[in-house]
T-cell receptor, first 113, second 117 residues
Framework: DQQVKQNSPSLSVQEGRISILNCDYT??????FLWYKKYPAEGPTFLIS?????DKNEDGRFTVFLNKSAKHLSLHIVPSQPGDSAVYFC????????????FGPGTRLSVLP | GAVVSQHPSWVICKSGTSVKIECRSL??????MFWYRQFPKQSLMLMAT?????????EQGVEKDKFLINHASLTLSTLTVTSAHPEDSSFYIC?????????????FGPGTRLTVL
């Protein structure tokens, strides 16, 4: 059973518009969440994180929202750029200082010029 | 930012041979390194966690005798796939957690594509 779900395998957005990537989790013990971006044949790159004590974290064009009651988080990219086209992974951890992250299956974002 | 390298970036080998993949943290010391495997169109699956100077901790279902992990220094971890078979063909990615950190982050290497014929 997947503990971290990204139900949209792919998403296409026009350049300049907002991209919203969603992630749901089932384990209520998760308290730290990260988003990674991955280009083909490369390792994931850390994008942004959020702790369960917050409901929003913003870094430039990237904002992550956390809804603990719904066990849902989302990544907003505004404005979307063609260079944002990649696979985005949501990851969750039950221990802020711990070892293990559980990754979602990823969402492939295509930003169309 | 923190850089993690992997070598080789891709390797093709014959069935039955062993392959070693290196993971290095180039500009920081990593007390913990992680090894992941990614199948096509699937997520990253954690294989094992290694702490410098101690034995690796393997995830359930990962054969420790097949996937040998050595973390000999604060900047180097190696994964050796022993007696590789075609089903071991995959994309292997390592990550490293800095010794000095404020967040629970991992920095990923670029990955190694292993193809076993």
């Amino acid at each position: 059973d997947q503990q971290v779900k990204q139900n949209s395998p792919s998403l296409s957005v026009q350049e300049g518009r907002i991209s919203i990537l969603n992630c749901d989790y089932t384990n209520s013990m998760f308290d730290y969440f990260l988003w990674y971006k991955k280009y083909p044949a490369e390792g994931p790159t850390f994008l942004i994180s959020i702790s369960s004590i917050k409901d929003k974290n913003e870094d430039g064009r990237f904002t992550v929202f956390l809804n603990k009651s719904a066990k849902h988080l989302s990544l907003h990219i505004v404005p979307s750029q063609p260079g944002d086209s990649a696979v985005y992974f949501c990851a969750a951890s039950a221990d802020h200082y711990g070892q293990n992250f559980v990754f979602g299956p990823g969402t492939r974002l295509s930003v169309l010029p | 930012g923190a850089v993690v390298s992997q070598h080789p970036s891709w390797v093709i080998c014959k069935s039955g041979t062993s392959v070693k993949i290196e993971c290095r943290s180039l500009d920081f010391q990593a007390t913990t390194m992680f090894w992941y495997r990614q199948f096509p169109k699937q997520s990253l699956m954690l294989m094992a966690t290694s702490n410098e100077g101690s034995k690796a901790t393997y995830e359930q279902g990962v054969e420790k005798d097949k996937f040998l992990i050595n973390h000999a220094s604060l900047t180097l971890s190696t994964l050796t796939v022993t007696s590789a078979h075609p089903e071991d063909s995959s994309f292997y990615i390592c990550s490293a957690r800095p010794r000095v950190r404020t967040y629970n982050e991992q920095f990923f290497g670029p990955g190694t594509r292993l193809t076993v014929l």
